[in-house]
């Protein structure tokens, strides 16, 4: 069985940085492709960014390029979302996910689903 444990989130003003981490113990790592997804308060989830299995390469949202960098570390099953320059439209429940399956550049397209998902972590931005 998958499991994704984020942790990282929190409460932050606007223009402050924080930064999520998805632990997947035993799971063959190198192997997936790995992302993040948000639920906004009353709002559909939405794609945020992933990253390939070699770290080099990822995927944006429109909304958070240039302000969030998603990154992994192979070796301990680790992989994080640095979010900097928070907005209040940044508030959201994060979700950690991964897939074997997919190239990690459909990783939030229309259609496309995620085989695995953790049960996320609150970052609410106040302004």
């Known amino acids: 069985q998958v499991q994704l444990v984020e942790s990282g989130g929190g409460s932050v003003q606007a223009g402050d940085s924080l930064r999520l981490s998805c632990a997947a113990p035993?799971?063959?790592?190198?192997?997936?492709?790995m992302g993040w997804f948000r639920q906004p308060p009353g709002k559909e989830r939405e794609f945020v960014a992933a990253i390939n299995w070699g770290n080099e390469g990822t995927s944006y949202a429109d909304s958070v390029k240039g302000r969030f960098t998603i990154s992994r570390d192979n070796a301990k099953n680790l992989v994080f979302l640095q979010m900097s320059n928070l907005k209040p439209d940044d508030t959201a429940v994060y979700f950690c996910?991964?897939?074997?399956?997919?190239?990690?550049?459909?990783?939030?397209?229309?259609?496309?689903?995620?085989?695995?998902w953790g049960r996320g972590t609150q970052v609410t931005v106040s302004s």
């Open positions: 996910v991964g897939d074997r399956s997919i190239h990690y550049e459909w990783m939030g397209r229309p259609g496309v689903s995620v085989a695995h």
């Open positions: 035993g799971l063959d790592f190198g192997n997936f492709v």
